[in-house]
């Protein structure tokens, strides 16, 4: 939960990368902590296991300066994707504000993709939350891998509810789709602080705004709120 | 939502507590990770990053204790060659976390910890209480301009 401090102006707010294992996750706060040059950045810390696998959460503190009179001080983690660690997964979404959901693109994660935003919405559930109060964003990693999975099989197994969310083509590796997807997330959480929200979140993309993952001709035009 | 006047008064009883105890440094954080006050020096160490990580180690023990058929450990405390963290549990989600060094000892720091504790779930509980009549926070305008990145 957002935490408002009036006395030093500050908020603080939590984004959890969510997904599989090895879909990404870590490589995107990499990527984010290389990229990053006007907000303030911390250490990026990770808890991982020598073989650089995460074995409970990867941590990056990024301040900014986006409300008025206020600073934002987003606190970015990642979950670690194994299986075995679902309980860790359940503590690191302790608080949680905004989630980015990191899909494999390769054909043969689907199934760790799907299980894994199944997951997902049993752990929000074990912290008394549901999907369709936090505010989350897609990103479908790996798209310049040979054999991706097309990017409407993609939408259709995972944006396919009433309210659609966000979805942004990435490669983490190369830092494609990192920041828009980072930078949507951002939006939607500081949306319910402005009087006068603007409700163009598709437009905040700095660069490449390629990325941005069109709708399917049927669903509600993007920018509109997430889930309610 | 942390209202100056809170934040003056945890800042007070966090400031008498390391005066008494001896202790380095002393913070209230959240389970989730996030800082609320902090009285003492920590040096150039990121104190984001502490939180977290104090944060995540207790909700580990957390979960220790209730497969051990316990609700909660009520305090943790991590031994250093020079520096020694002591974690308690809060009220309202909440930890208090102290660092200290040999210039005090754990039975001091305990002692101070537990008395501070105490006010501090008082305070916490009023917060929360006042909590809930608060209006949400509103900032007017725009927050950014459609073509600008929160974070670049």
Not at chain 1, 21 to 44: F, P, R, S
Not at chain 1, 88 to 113: E, P, Y
Not at chain 2, 14 to 19: A, D, H, P
Request: with cysteine; hydrophobic share 40%; glycine share 6%.
């Amino acid at each position: 939960m957002a935490f408002i401090n009036y006395s030093s102006r500050e908020i603080q707010l939590k984004i959890v990368y969510y997904g599989a294992a090895l879909c990404g996750k870590t490589t995107n706060l990499v990527t984010l902590h290389k990229q990053i040059t006007h907000a303030q950045k911390g250490e990026l810390v990770s808890l991982a296991t020598d073989a650089d696998r995460t074995l409970f959460f990867d941590f990056l503190s990024l301040n900014t300066k986006t409300l008025p009179g206020f600073t934002t001080r987003f606190q970015l983690y990642t979950v670690p994707g194994q299986a075995i660690y679902n309980t860790t997964r359940q503590l690191v979404l302790k608080g949680v504000d905004g989630i980015v959901f990191c899909v494999d693109s390769h054909w043969d994660k689907m199934a760790d993709n799907v299980e894994s935003f199944a997951n997902l919405q049993e752990n929000l559930i074990e912290n008394h939350l549901s999907l369709a109060q936090i505010p989350y964003v897609l990103q479908y990693n790996k798209r310049d891998i040979p054999n991706a999975a097309p990017v409407n099989y993609l939408e259709y197994t995972f944006n396919n509810r009433a309210n659609r969310a966000l979805a942004f083509e990435g490669v983490a590796s190369t830092g494609k789709g990192v920041l828009e997807t980072l930078n949507a997330a951002a939006r939607l959480l500081l949306a319910k602080y402005s009087k006068t929200p603007n409700p163009n979140v598709t437009g905040l993309a700095k660069t490449d705004s390629s990325s941005i993952v069109q709708p399917l001709p049927d669903s509600p035009q993007q920018g509109s709120p997430v889930a309610s | 939502m942390l209202t100056p006047e809170d934040q003056a008064l945890i800042q007070n009883l966090l400031n008498e507590f390391i005066k008494k105890s001896e202790a380095q440094w002393s913070a209230l954080v959240d389970k989730g990770g996030n800082l609320f006050a902090q009285q003492g020096n920590t040096g150039s160490l990121d104190l984001s990053i502490l939180s977290a990580l104090a944060a995540g180690s207790f909700a580990a023990t957390h979960e220790l204790a209730k497969r051990l058929g316990e609700s909660e450990f009520s305090a943790l405390y991590h031994e250093g060659q020079g520096q020694h963290i002591l974690m308690s549990a809060l009220h309202c989600e909440c930890l208090l976390v102290t660092i200290f060094g040999d210039k005090t000892n754990i039975g001091l720091v305990r002692f101070y910890a537990q008395q501070v504790t105490e006010q501090l779930n008082a305070i916490l509980k009023q917060i929360q209480a006042k909590e809930a009549t608060m209006a949400p926070l509103i900032v007017e305008g725009d927050f950014l301009s459609s073509d600008t990145a929160a974070i670049s």
